[in-house]
């Protein structure tokens, strides 16, 4: 199936739903907190009816599934429609995720202390969806649709407790989705010679997330959201799927605005790279090419032990020294930019190209991946220490780099130093998928820079890769072992989360305590500085990052 018509190949035909239908009864004072009661928590869909519970002032439904399994004969193919069920289907816990390698964090105790990470069954019957929503059928309110960071591998749609909807739904009057879509080799194995019926089996991870659309514009009215009004936004791996998205013929109407949240320096494939990765696997799991029943019929652990095998022999190993730029040497299991399911920007074979008419918010942390979590000795670094790796980081240039971000903040302590350095490649992917935004003469383009940092740990993790995800979704409260839990936090948590619900209503970020958020223009990148007291900056670090080319 192409990508075209994959929107309506999934476009299931919807019931007649409309603000007639049923309403939410207003919840009893005398009722408890969780609700189950059947005349307040079932709703219809295209495939049948769903009962999920109410929180409070919020209906949730989880594990809803919004395309078929995708094991079987249904492995390395794009997504087919759900079968419609009789009578009313649970919903009422997540339901099974991607299969994937969760990594190591967990193994490490400050790293699992601030995520907490919530553990599923992995399964392929793994297309499923959450929803929040402050009513049923009875309004049509912004729609918000997360997607999940973890790169192109791993996570899920409720991996850890900042993406929960709760609040944002409550507090901003918006309709949140999370959902799970297929990772690694299941979800970008590349099979496009193999010919009919898997010509985008390099991308159906991403056809997932079109196919999760596509059931939000079918469905969401339903649960009280307005499919006019829908806004992608993710964070990591996750922004970069909002960027393939943008490039992708088969999303395009089914949003309308977009955020990517520390994930512009994303990394996808071209047809040689996602080509000669599938080639080093097939020879690898010694299949020949073509015998797709072989290929169906492996245990998910033999194709990712394969898989890592491969990873390992063909990729530079990993001795500790971060450098995001090492990603564009690597070859993983990501979308490739073929053409077909996801357009290239030209001139660029391997850049999704962007979509001119969707207003854009983009931005990164401070302090990204370069941080003391599990590693309380940074904060000891020297000097020397310092100098070294910044000539490691800039070979011929480290002496310069070190004066060019001192001249700003000349007290810095040297692992704060070091932290910027490596992690001013992410804010320069940033600035730079700005200004191919400007190139392309396309909607309004927002930037932030989140400097705000935990006390957690004495203030060991800094801003760190993750830490404005609850902002976004006021949990800061409710993640306190990300964020302290502190009114500072909160306050912080409450204008970032209006400014998003603002956007996703009118497509211009704002809330009261803001300042007036500037788009940029092409002879200028502002950035909303998020931190305690947020305020509109200039391109304050250009030379900084400048000494680094």
Sequence with gaps: MTGAALATGLALCPASASLADAKTPAPNPANPEISTDPAQVTAR????????????????FKGVPYAAPTGGANRFRPPRPVAPWHGVRSALHYGPIAPQDKGTGRLNDEEAFIFRWNDAVEDEDCLRLNIWTPGLYDARRPVLVWLHGG????G?????PA???????RTG?????????????L??????????GFEDSGNVGMLDIVAALAWVRDNIARFGGDPDRVTIFGQSGGGAKVTALMAMPAARGLFHRAAILSGSFAMFNTPDRSAQLSALLLAELGIAKGDIAALQALPYPTLRAAAERVTAKINPGF???IDVRRIAQMLNFAPVVDGRSILPTPGAPGVPLTDPKVPLIIGSTLNEFVTGINQPEVEAMTEQVLHARAERFAPGRGDAVVRAFSAVTPDAAPFDLWSRIATAPIRQAVIDQAKRRIAADAAPTYLYWFTWATPILEGRPRSFHCLDIPFWFDNAAACASMTGGGSAARALAKQMSQALVAFAATGVPSASALPVWLPVTAGAFPSLRLDTGPRMIAEIDA???????
């Design 151 to 154: 790169g192109f591998a791993a």
């Design 187 to 196: 979800g970008f194995l590349d099979l496009s010679s193999w010919g009919e």
């Design 173 to 185: 009057d918006a309709v949140v989705v999370t959902l799970n879509h297929r990772l690694n080799l």
């Design 45 to 60: 869909t295209a495939s049948g009816r769903l009962r999920g519970y109410r929180k409070g002032r919020i209906t949730i």
């Design 319 to 321: 001795d500790g020294f």
């Design 163 to 169: 993406f929960d909807g709760e609040n944002v739904a």
């Design 156 to 160: 899920s749609g409720h991996d850890i």
């Design 543 to 549: 030379a900084e990052r400048a000494s680094l080319k």
